[in-house]
Each structure stands twice: as structure tokens, then as C-alpha cells.
């Protein structure tokens, strides 16, 4: 019973991943310590936006099997890609934007085509890597078309600063 405590899955829906996190992380990790989290971040390589592990996080992870991308503001997914457990770690890290995974797509968690991103408008980025590793991070693209990377209490005042807004 633990084990499987430990190793929900859980979807990503901004305010909701966050409380989701806040509880099913040290639970898991107090239930047998299988669970662990890792932050991930935006950057661009070739033109793209791919989504790497932060160098800064104490895990390495690999085997992506979850990412979901949300509008914060929106409250709405951009993109999501959600594969089976059993696809012998067919997708990993970096993950460029939009990318459809490798392996058996998971019919509870089915995928979103990805929507073109906007500037000014803060994303929130969600993912599972293996049955327990859970990772987060925000990001914004600038009125000048930077990439900048948020914490997690970042919002609404960095869309406004990005957009020019008062």
C-alpha cells in the first residue's frame, strides 16, 4: 500500500500541481523514499524552446514519461505528451517544445497538439520521469523574445512587465 502511495501519478493544472506536489512528495518520500524532484527549466537551443533539467537539482533524472506545458494565467494546457510506464525509456531529457513522444501514449492523459507560445504570458511546466520523480518550473518569454526562467511565485507581475503593461 505505501509503494503504491508513493508512486501516483498526479496531472498538472497549475495551482493544482503545486498542492498536489506540496503533499504527495514528502509523503512519498516518508513512505519509503522512492520519490524525488527536480526542477526544470527553458532554454533555447537552434531556435526552439527545449526543456532541460536544472544543473542546480540534486537529481539527474531520465525516462521522461509525462510533460504538460499551462498557461498560468489561462489556466489552460499548451501542450501535454503522456506515455506508458513500460516504454523502455524511450523519451529523456532535453525535450524540445511540442515533440510527440516515443512509446505507448496513455489514454487517461491524452496528448495536446502543442499551441504556438506567446510573449508576455507566464507557462508553467510539469513532468514525471519514472514512476516517482516529479518536475517543475516556470518560464515567460519576454517582450524581446528572451526566455526568461520564473520561480514559482513568480506571476502575474512578470506578464505585465513583460508586456509593457502598468
Known amino acids: 500500500m505505501a509503494m503504491k502511495l508513493a508512486c501516483l501519478k498526479f496531472g498538472v493544472e497549475n495551482e493544482e500541481m503545486k498542492q498536489r506536489l506540496a503533499i504527495l512528495a514528502p509523503l512519498a518520500m516518508l513512505l519509503g523514499g522512492c520519490s524525488y524532484s527536480y526542477d526544470v527549466i527553458a532554454v533555447v537551443r537552434d531556435g526552439r524552446i527545449v526543456f532541460v533539467v536544472d544543473p542546480k537539482s ?7 514519461r509525462r510533460i504538460e506545458v499551462s498557461a498560468v494565467d489561462e489556466r489552460e494546457s499548451v501542450w501535454r505528451e503522456s506515455v506508458d510506464y513500460d516504454d523502455d525509456c524511450a523519451n529523456k531529457f532535453p525535450i524540445p517544445y511540442g515533440e510527440s513522444f516515443k512509446g505507448r501514449h496513455q489514454p487517461e492523459w491524452p496528448a495536446i497538439k502543442a499551441s504556438p507560445l506567446r510573449r508576455g504570458v507566464v507557462y508553467e511546466v510539469g513532468t514525471t520521469t519514472g514512476a516517482t520523480g516529479y518536475g517543475g ?3 515567460i518569454i ?19 512587465q513583460a508586456t509593457g503593461a502598468k
Not at 58 to 64: G, H, K, N, V, Y
Not at 142 to 160: H, I, P, Y
Open 137 to 139: 518550473g516556470r518560464f
Open 58 to 64: 540534486s537529481s539527474s533524472p531520465s525516462c521522461l
Open 142 to 160: 519576454n517582450s524581446d523574445g528572451r526566455v526568461k526562467n520564473l520561480t514559482l511565485n513568480d506571476g502575474a507581475e512578470q506578464s505585465e
